[in-house]
């Protein structure tokens, strides 16, 4: 079965610091990866995907296949980056979306 | 364009009541998902719509939930009867398998927030 684990609830990190939230994945096909972000008082909305390989709001995911990884990484904080990071799992034969149990990133001041 | 609409945005009921929520996907999208948010937890699905058919349901606790998308457009989640752990945010949401880039991202509605008193 597929499964997407994110081992941190919560990362506190002071701003201008790097920030990397985990996320591993099981599954035998093909994934494709995102990371969603929820900020306060906003709709889930998508962050990247790994297909893309492109780096938002400063942001990069790389999917290690190896390791069943897709780290989210940031070299120096933002306080505006303080939100809810949900790393998901797509199936390409039926599209079935499957989340992991989130993570929020506090940024210090 | 227009995103995914929800409604209501909060309900209040009492165990053993029933309630519905509506979901209006982005135009044109064939996939519709409704998702369950339990408070500190991810959105876990419940089921998942290609047009008017269901994909994927073996999520949904189907003694007491219930979904349909009878045109193909937008879909009705109903609980009945409520039980108080089905208090949660029920996210709907929208994909369009048939855009270019496979996978393409999900839209997702503001979200109902229900509790069960």
């Known amino acids: 079965a597929q499964r997407v684990t994110q081992p941190e609830k919560l990362l506190s990190v002071f701003k201008g610091a790097p920030v990397e939230l985990k996320c591993n994945y099981s599954y035998s096909g093909s994934p494709e990866l995102f990371w969603y972000v929820q900020y306060s008082r906003q709709r889930l909305q998508l962050l990247l995907r790994h297909i893309s390989r492109e780096s938002i709001k400063g942001f990069t995911a790389d999917l290690n296949k190896g390791e069943t990884s897709f780290h989210l990484k940031k070299p120096f904080a933002q306080e505006e980056d303080s939100a809810m990071y949900y790393c998901?799992?797509?199936?390409?034969?039926?599209?079935?979306?499957?989340f992991g149990k989130g993570t929020r990133l506090h940024i210090l001041p | 364009e227009a995103g995914v609409a929800q409604s209501p945005r909060y309900k209040i009921i009492e165990k053993r009541q029933s309630v519905a929520f509506w979901c209006n996907p982005i135009s044109g999208h064939a996939t519709l998902y409704w998702y369950q948010q339990i408070l500190g937890q991810g959105p876990k699905l419940l089921i998942q719509f290609q047009n008017n058919g269901v994909v994927d349901d073996s999520q949904l606790p189907k003694d007491r939930f219930s979904a349909e998308r009878l045109k193909g457009v937008d879909s009705t989640l109903k609980i009945q009867p409520a039980k108080l752990e089905d208090s949660a945010v029920y996210l709907c949401?929208?994909?369009?398998?048939?855009?270019?880039?496979?996978?393409?991202?999900?839209?997702f509605g503001q979200g109902t927030r229900l509790t069960v008193v």
């Open positions: 998901a799992l797509s199936r390409f034969r039926d599209d079935k979306i499957i």
């Open positions: 949401a929208s994909t369009d398998p048939g855009a270019l880039v496979p996978n393409t991202e999900a839209f």
